[in-house]
């Protein structure tokens, strides 16, 4: 008997025409969750970008700075490595004389300036109001001492403008250390800390290295 002559053929058809229909179903709603899981992810991925980033600037926030810290310590490596922190000099004077609002134009100037100035592997941190530290992997001491310079002379050499012709002159100081074998993520920034008092102590617009504290 052939196939259309089969009883049973009509029958079987629906059940195949129902499965089909259950697959395809079956099909839409895998396909709906992917994306709803990929959205999920997406949304977290912002979130976390968001909590470690400062909004004004861009640059990773002191959280992000004591989580790169702590991961790099968590793995031993004899690797060198420095830090620079920078503080916008006399600032205060910057924001009573042309507002917050420019004060804010020259916090996002000095941290694009500091994204030009360090490589890729880098990391440039907003940790303060207008201080700034840069963490240089596989960076020496002396290595680090000439980033500083490039950032001083680049920020000191350029004058903002702002509206109503306003000229803004801008310098910065730093300080720069470099990890040592019985270091941890404090004992290292605070040497580089100190380094940054000294050079505004005398007086500003200059870089102090740990080997010169006193």
């Known amino acids: 008997m052939g196939l259309w002559q089969d009883s049973n053929h009509p029958a079987q058809m629906e059940r195949l025409i129902h499965l089909t229909q259950e ?9 709906a969750e992917r994306r709803t899981t990929a959205s999920l992810q997406a ?4 979130q976390r970008r968001e909590a470690l980033t400062d909004p004004l600037t861009g640059l990773y926030n002191r959280r992000a700075m004591d989580q790169r810290l702590g991961e790099i310590w968590a793995v031993p490596d004899a690797a ?7 503080d916008i000099d006399i600032f205060k004077r910057i924001n009573d004389t042309y507002g917050h ?24 941190f907003r940790f ?10 596989d960076t020496t001491l002396d290595g680090a001492i000439k980033v500083a310079e490039s950032i001083r002379r680049r920020i000191e050499v350029h004058h903002l403008a702002f509206p109503r012709n306003w000229q803004v002159p801008l310098t910065v100081s730093l300080g720069v250390a470099s990890r040592q074998d019985k270091d941890d993520p404090v004992s290292l920034f605070e040497r580089a800390d ?3 008092y000294q050079a505004k102590h005398r007086g500003r617009n200059q870089v102090v290295h740990e ?4």
């Open 23 to 31: 697959n395809q179903r079956l099909l839409a709603r895998l396909d």
């Open 43 to 46: 949304a977290l991925e912002h």
């Open 80 to 86: 060198p490595l420095a830090v620079l922190v920078l």
């Open 101 to 124: 609002a420019e004060g804010d134009c020259v916090i996002r100037w000095v941290a694009a300036t500091l994204c030009r100035c360090v490589r890729a592997g880098d990391r440039a």
């Open 128 to 137: 303060g109001g207008e201080e700034f530290m840069v963490l240089l992997p």
């Open 194 to 196: 100190r380094a940054l």
């Open 211 to 214: 080997n010169c504290l006193s």
